[in-house]
């Protein structure tokens, strides 16, 4: 009788309980939105990055450009400085960056008569603006 009653103790622990799967569901639940808000944090970062990098590397296209050009603005074109930037795929050019990262448009116009160069990268309703001048 008593070895039954052993062998019914043993069976009965065998296994969780419904609230112990009820609290390990629920913190797991809680962990995951954790993790997916940290997620989207990193993603806006990392674009944001993406796009300035980009902006920089547009100015940086444009002093090597006015540079070859013997320190002049006179006949520069953006054609001069698209041949410095290229995008991941290895495509040359400013418009290659566009959409990089998703909904950056980035332009540059140059003016002879003012001597200046302007770059202007917009995302996100942020506008990053250089000016040579």
Do not use: C, W
């Amino acid at each position: 009788m008593l070895n039954t009653m052993m062998k019914k103790s043993k069976k009965a622990k065998k296994g969780f309980t419904l609230a112990e799967l009820v609290i390990v569901v629920a913190i797991i639940a809680i962990l995951t939105g954790l993790a997916v808000v940290v997620f989207g944090n990193m993603t806006d970062s990392a674009q944001k990055s993406t796009f300035e990098a980009n902006h920089r590397t547009i100015i940086s296209a444009t002093v090597m450009a006015v540079a070859e050009n013997n320190g002049s603005v006179d006949g520069l074109t953006t054609t001069a400085i698209d041949k410095y930037v290229s995008n991941k795929k290895g495509e040359q050019g400013v418009q290659k960056l566009q959409g990089s990262p998703k909904g950056a448009t980035y332009a540059v116009a140059v003016d002879t008569t003012t001597g200046v160069v302007t770059v202007t990268s917009t995302f996100n309703n942020e506008t990053l603006t250089y000016s040579s001048k």
